[in-house]
């Protein structure tokens, strides 16, 4: 359910509000076609933790260079996003 840990390219295909204050962000990868999901948070708007747009008013099936990373306890996290 994580992502890859290298920056990819991905398409916005569903979100869900989870249990967290969270918003659960589904991408498929667009050279692999392996589906991803991951995280933002009321806390940054709803946005990667590091920059990017708020999901929770993006549409769906925009292009977003990601930019994963880790968190302390080894899960993974949404840093960055970028719309191509």
Same mark, same amino acid.
């Given at each position: 359910? #994580?992502?890859p840990d290298q920056v990819w390219t991905g398409r916005l295909d569903y979100v869900a509000w989870g249990t967290s204050s969270n918003l659960l962000c589904y991408f498929t990868? @667009?050279?692999t076609g392996k589906k991803w999901r991951l995280s933002v948070f009321s806390k @940054?708007? %709803?946005a990667p933790s590091k920059g990017g747009p708020a999901f929770d008013e993006?549409? +769906?099936g #925009?292009? %977003?260079k990601i930019t994963? #990373?880790?968190s302390k306890n #080894?899960?993974?996290t949404? +840093? @960055?996003a970028k719309k191509l």
């Open positions: 359910m #994580g992502a990868d @667009t050279v @940054t708007s %709803y993006e549409p +769906l #925009g292009i %977003y994963p #990373g880790k #080894g899960l993974p949404f +840093l @960055t």
